[in-house]
């Protein structure tokens, strides 16, 4: 099922937003060659293009990168699946926002991503961790009774371990919760976004429904009158060692 581009640029803009603090880290330097991994509708391709870096998006779903083509048409863009690309020479930097956790082949991702990057280079990467809602899916999972975990969601030390045994080193790594307030789109519009997928098997009246019992069983998560996500976001820097100075 492909994504609803349009409506995840306009109604879930708070992805991109909160990833502008992750290009602080990347720290984008004009000359520089960088993939933006996982890169949706190109908002934030577009702010590391402004620094003078030559930048390439990659995006699993054709939707995506023809919004992303749209939005930015002077900057190249291209389908391809983060565990099973490669680029016809190597990066400077890979970066990837809130995207990790939709690639469960974790380890391919991690030898295609230091496989992508130059010696020194660096892999700048934030996306969902170990507890990212957990109050969501408990819930949604008790309404549909249904065991659903789709996504990727490893702790501090599996990552780090991960990305070591594809042979880069781990030089910061930080798993933190975020709660997320949804604005109007709210908890509905998240699953609507996010979970619907997983059922479509359903009617559009049985989603309806779920939604509603899903909103019953995690009212906590609605907070002065606005529904907020218990995100937890696993935000890690790397580097792929200089071989010639080992």
Same mark, same amino acid.
């Given at each position: 099922?492909?994504w ?5 640029? !306009? ?8 990833g ?5 880290? $990347? ?11 996982g890169?949706?509708?190109?908002? $934030?391709?577009e702010?590391i293009?402004?620094?003078g870096?030559?930048?390439i ?12 083509q749209?939005?930015? #048409? ?13 680029l ?8 990837? !926002?809130?995207?990790?956790h939709?690639?469960?082949q974790?380890?391919?991702?991690a ?11 660096r ?7 170990k507890?990212?809602?957990?109050t969501?899916l ?9 065991s659903? !975990?789709?996504?990727y ?5 599996e990552?780090?371990?991960? $990305? ?7 030089v910061?790594?930080h798993?933190?919760?975020? #709660? ?6 709210g ?46 976001? $696993? ?5 792929? #060692? ?5």
């Amino acid at each position: 099922m492909n994504w609803n581009a349009a409506a995840y640029q !306009n109604r879930h803009s708070y992805v991109w937003q909160h990833g502008e603090s992750l290009l602080e880290l $990347l720290k984008p330097q004009a000359g520089e060659r960088i993939l933006d991994l996982g890169c949706g509708p190109g908002q $934030l391709t577009e702010q590391i293009a402004a620094s003078g870096a030559a930048v390439i998006g990659l995006d699993s779903d054709p939707a995506m990168i023809a919004q992303a083509q749209t939005n930015y #048409p002077d900057i190249t863009f291209q389908v391809g699946d983060a565990a099973n690309f490669q680029l016809s020479e190597p990066v400077d930097a890979v970066f990837s !926002n809130a995207a990790l956790h939709w690639v469960t082949q974790a380890e391919p991702a991690a030898h295609c991503i230091a496989a992508a990057l130059k010696l020194g280079g660096r892999f700048i990467v934030e996306f969902g961790g170990k507890g990212n809602v957990q109050t969501i899916l408990k819930a949604l999972s008790e309404v549909s009774r249904r065991s659903l !975990n789709p996504w990727y969601f490893p702790s501090l030390s599996e990552y780090a371990t991960l $990305l070591e045994s594809a042979g880069l080193e781990v030089v910061y790594a930080h798993l933190f919760d975020r #709660p997320m307030p949804l604005g109007e789109a709210g908890l509905a519009g998240w699953l609507e976004m996010f979970g619907q997928r997983f059922f479509t098997d359903l009617s559009a009246e049985a989603w309806a429904e779920t939604v509603r019992a899903v909103e019953a069983a995690a009212p906590q998560l609605y907070q002065e009158k606005e529904w907020i996500a218990d995100y937890r976001r $696993l935000r890690v820097i790397a580097m792929k #060692p200089d071989e010639e100075l080992l």
